[in-house]
């Protein structure tokens, strides 16, 4: 790796032991006092990792060979196919039908198989997302046949029918004296609102929004500035500049799919528009932050610090200017020379503070990004607002509240005084939850209305880019469940259902005035289409002057605590904890930590060498309000004098798997100056001498030297095509010439490490696509997980500020495939059009293809994974065998989507197209950073990578021939940095 600076190896496998001093996977490895885990050195499984004589070798392999025939003993169970009486219309056999909805926001297309959704996956008619997804979007099947849902309608701890419940609900609300609350989260839909305000007006009652990870400082802060209370949008293709102060754009912060796909298009190094620069400041490593060409590790204080002064130097307000630190002036002036020096910027900040939020938006119209890389959109939506929510519970406990209604929120949960809220909702006399499943709030409430899933659900929402896009039922509703807002309707004595309010309301919105002379028509082609574009909703605000300088001053004037720095986050998968019940989100390693299953509280390796703490080690950090104990994890990149933990876990209530997963940090959330504050808690941190633990996917995997991360920067990039590539290595042929590898469709798949930013939703759509199971906590702590995809994550350089780069590692299918030529029954063999294959019938489990495997991509069933649930298995794809005990299996390149692709091509008599098929890993991604095709057809886009100079093959000295290729990482790296 000629132009990595931290490339000191000799970058073979020859075994030669040359120190390893460029990237690095393991931060323990970085401790002195530590000893280097060597598990996976000698074999992949840890339970066969010791050394064994020969006798007891024998012993092993012989019982586990005559052990096998016991498999077929298992009784199988009886399922029975009951056919329709009457053939449905639009269903076939083993043909998949598409439906087009929306999951959070998220224009979706769901596919369903013989009446059932399977898959879930992008709508790629959207302009704002262009068919990409995230992790929750993938797993989000698995909630709609989750068997822990609400079954029925309930009245004190009773099972009632729904008129029942409408006739003393009703009765109960009219006898209630004191206020009546309608506390909903943000409502983006126009006729939700519309029935909200009708229900507001007809019952008396007043209506809250609320939010558990808030974003009411940018949107008091947008009205106060411009007049509109509304978020931002950004528009980062547009940016040549990025500067974010802790907002994980990427990951959790706005709408992200909508973002990384915007982002990525900028990463790419010939973007007839340049490769973007990122600089990000932040507290703890984030996804986002692992993406930056830039990036600084500090505290939550020197962030608004920092800002500050960049406010006050490119504003021209020299009396909002703080006194720094050396460092932090100079990377504060660092900011301010590339944001004066791009022709198009966008900065942000995911501070929820007010006055930080005035600044930014000062900042932003001073650099002229209003209008272009930045914009406040006016519609009908309502947003969260904390000083309203705040003030409902001073009210609940002062007795004013006499109805309280709670339509998706769980404040018993995640409000940041839980035990204030719950003595005060203890006050209010009727309580009532429209809850999907039960949660903390709703056995608290005596009204219980179960709500329908989002795939069960009739409403539409409005996007970003004039874009509404419309949620429709995939299935009938699969339990006694009722849509909260026709609950709304019964209880207004409103007849019909709220399809058909909805589609009114569109109907007289959409009269033939308009240029929609068929009504009918253009409905159904916008159900057909799931999104469409109306302007008309949509109007942008008018962007005056900010004047921010006393803002600047109260954000100088806040007084911090002493100790550490307590700070809260939400991680990819798990977010705010209203998926904690979804087992394949808590088995996805988050992209940073690796870990699986657990929240943990984050510490610097500064702090945990001076405290003599690891990876795993108990401690417990105690604010003046609230402790938590939980499992120490050692991360690079997190600041010396900050400890951070997850929000989503620590729920009490959330079904089988989600209760008592890890510990609550919502209540380390402050209320300070009219906001939620997630950031801003201080206390101490002291060792309880246990230990437990983390279920890491990655830990021991060592690159030995290996020349596995290539990367390279924009300015050699842009003198040499090639830049940190090497030439192709001309090694001796020992194997047979496969000339049939040379022939007809021939398949591969390319990886751009620029573009991947490792949130790892591939993974979840692997494992949703492929059924592979999941296998808890215990077994992934054992090295035994599942995933056929991983995303490894390595760190190089500095500790405190790393360098990161994520690559997703699956099988290569490798051309000379190294676990073929050990396999004793042919269990994995080569198929014509250069797939690695595992025919799953012949495996009997020695395992010796995974010991052979450079890569360790294969995996091995330990046990019979349960499928009994007889809801969840309704999830499984019927096109994929499950895999039974003492089997290997791994990444199939989807073979079943390729056979699917070619049958089709022959039924429409024509030849395979670039695009006919899609792997569920490239289908899913957010960033477009994985291609896949025919490396024969010299006009499809994997062919063209495969050309490309910045293509190269992992552990290419090896001559397995991989049929999977990365691109070398390019940085867009300034020539004077702090």
Same mark, same amino acid.
């Given at each position: ?93 083993? +043909? ?73 609900? /009703? ?9 009546? +609350? ?17 229900? !507001? ?55 992200? +799919? ?10 790419? =190094? ?12 932040? %507290? ?16 939550? *204080? ?18 909002? !200017? ?103 909702? *203890? ?61 709304? &309707?019964?209880?207004?004595? !409103? ?60 954000? /100088? ?62 401690? *417990? ?11 120490? %994890? ?49 206390? /101490? ?44 290595? *001309? ?76 690559? =997703? ?9 190294? $676990? ?28 010796? $293809?995974?010991?052979? $495997? ?33 089997? &290997? ?16 091509? /022959? ?18 991604? =957010? ?7 025919? &490396? ?8 063209? &990578? ?33």
């Amino acid at each position: 790796m000629s132009d990595n600076k931290n490339d000191k190896t000799c970058g073979t496998s020859c075994g030669c032991g040359t120190p390893v001093e460029g990237y690095w996977q393991n931060v323990e490895d970085k401790l002195p006092t530590e000893a280097k885990t060597q598990e996976f050195a000698d074999g992949e499984f840890d339970s066969f990792s010791i050394k064994k004589d020969r006798r007891s070798f024998l012993k092993i392999m012989g019982f586990s060979v005559s052990a096998l025939p016991l498999t077929g003993c298992v009784k199988i169970p009886v399922r029975k196919a009951i056919p329709y009486l009457e053939k449905q219309a639009t269903q076939y056999p083993g +043909v998949a039908n598409y439906f087009a909805t929306t999951f959070k926001g998220n224009p979706v297309m769901i596919k369903v198989r013989e009446g059932r959704p399977i898959k879930a996956e992008g709508n790629k008619l959207s302009v704002a997302t262009e068919g990409g997804t995230d992790a929750q979007i993938q797993a989000s099947i698995l909630d709609l046949y989750d068997s822990n849902r609400l079954r029925s309608a309930y009245v004190d701890g009773k099972a009632v029918e729904w008129d029942e419940f409408d006739k003393k609900l /009703k009765s109960a609300i009219s006898e209630q004296s004191g206020k009546k +609350v309608l506390v909903t989260r943000e409502v983006t839909s126009p006729s939700e609102i519309k029935l909200i305000n009708e229900f !507001k007006d007809s019952m008396g009652f007043d209506h809250v929004v609320y939010e558990p990870v808030s974003r009411y400082g940018i949107y008091k802060a947008n009205e106060k500035a411009f007049g509109a209370f509304a978020p931002n949008t950004y528009f980062l293709e547009d940016a040549d500049t990025i500067v974010s102060f802790g907002a994980d754009f990427l990951g959790t912060f706005g709408n992200n +799919v909508q973002q990384s796909a915007d982002y990525s298009k900028r990463r790419v =190094p010939t973007n007839p528009k340049g490769l973007n620069k990122h600089i990000h400041v932040e %507290a703890l490593m984030s996804l986002t932050g692992s993406n930056a060409d830039h990036r600084y590790t500090r505290s939550v *204080k020197s962030q608004r610090e920092v800002l500050t002064n960049v406010y006050a130097s490119i504003a021209g307000d020299s009396s909002a !200017k703080a006194k720094l630190s050396e460092a932090d002036q100079k990377l504060a002036d660092f900011v301010v020379k590339e944001l004066k020096a791009s022709k198009s910027s966008v900065l942000m900040s995911d501070d929820n503070n007010v006055d930080v939020q005035v600044m930014v938006a000062a900042i932003n119209k001073a650099l002229g990004n209003y209008g272009n890389t930045v914009k406040v959109v006016k519609t009908e939506a309502v947003y969260a607002n904390d000083e309203q929510f705040n003030k409902l519970v001073e009210d609940m406990n002062a007795g004013k509240i006499g109805t309280a209604m709670f339509l998706g929120t769980n404040p018993a949960y995640n409000f940041h005084a839980p035990k204030t809220f719950v003595e005060g909702l *203890k006050k209010v006399g009727i309580r009532v939850s429209f809850a999907l499943a039960a949660d903390e709030t709703s056995t608290l409430c005596n009204f219980v209305a179960p709500d329908n899933h989002a795939y069960e659900t009739w409403s539409y929402n409005m996007g970003v880019e004039g874009e509404v896009s419309f949620t429709q039922p995939v299935i009938q509703p699969l339990f006694g469940s009722r849509m909260a807002t026709e609950t709304l &309707m019964a209880l207004m004595d !409103k007849e019909g259902s709220f399809h058909d309010y909805m589609k009114a309301n569109w109907k007289n919105s959409f009269s033939p005035s308009n240029g929609i002379s068929v009504f009918e028509n253009f409905w159904n082609k916008a159900l057909h289409d799931g999104v469409m574009q109306v302007s008309s909703m949509f109007s942008e605000a008018s962007y005056g002057s900010v004047n921010a300088s006393s803002s600047a001053k109260a954000v /100088k004037a806040i007084k911090y605590g002493k100790g550490l720095n307590v700070v809260t986050y939400q991680k990819f998968a798990i977010q705010d904890g209203d998926m904690a019940n979804n087992p394949l989100l808590h088995e996805m390693p988050d992209p940073i930590t690796k870990a699986t299953w657990d929240n943990y509280i984050m510490v610097s390796p500064s702090f945990a060498k001076a405290n003599n703490i690891k990876s795993g080690d108990v401690v *417990k950090v105690e604010t003046e309000s609230y402790n938590v104990t939980l499992p120490a %994890a050692v991360i690079p990149g997190v600041e010396a004098n900050t400890v951070a933990v997850a929000v989503g876990y620590g729920r009490t209530q959330s079904g089988k798997v989600g209760t008592g997963m890890g510990a609550n940090a919502f209540p380390f959330v402050t209320f300070a100056n009219g906001s939620f504050d997630y950031n801003t808690s201080f206390g /101490k941190l002291s060792k309880t001498g246990a230990h437990r633990g983390l279920a890491l996917s990655q830990t021991s995997m060592s690159m030995h030297g290996r020349d596995i991360v290539r990367e390279t920067t924009l300015e050699k990039f842009e003198s040499d095509k090639g830049a940190g590539n090497k030439p192709k290595m *001309k090694l001796p042929q020992i194997y047979p010439v496969h000339h049939q590898l040379q022939e007809g469709h021939q398949w591969a798949m390319a990886i751009d490490l620029n573009t991947c930013t490792g949130c790892s939703t591939c993974v979840i759509a692997c494992n949703t696509e492929n059924n592979v199971p999941v296998v808890g906590r215990t077994e992934v702590h054992r090295r035994r997980d599942m995933h056929w995809m991983r995303i490894d994550r390595y760190f190089a350089g500095d500790e405190q500020e790393p360098e990161t780069v994520h690559m =997703p590692m699956l099988c290569q299918h490798c051309e000379n495939a190294p $676990c073929e030529n050990v396999c004793p029954v042919l269990a994995t063999v080569h198929s014509s059009d250069g797939i690695n294959q595992q025919v799953y019938n012949r495996c009997i489990g020695t395992r010796y $293809c995974a010991n052979n $495997c450079p890569y360790k991509v294969r995996r091995f069933n330990w046990f019979n994974y349960d499928h009994s649930d007889e809801y969840a298995r309704l999830a499984l794809n019927p096109d994929v065998s499950i895999r039974s005990r003492g089997v &290997m299996e791994k990444c199939s390149f989807c073979m079943q989507r390729i056979q699917e692709g070619k049958l089709k091509a /022959k039924r429409e008599r024509r030849e395979l197209q670039p695009g006919d098929i899609e792997t569920a890993c490239q289908q899913s991604c =957010p960033t477009n950073a994985i291609v896949f095709g025919d &490396m024969n057809d010299k006009n499809s886009p994997i062919a063209k &990578m495969l050309e490309n100079p910045r293509t190269y093959t992992v552990l290419e000295e090896l001559n397995v021939k991989p049929r999977v290729n990365y691109m070398v990482k390019v940085r867009n790296k300034s020539k004077e940095e702090v």
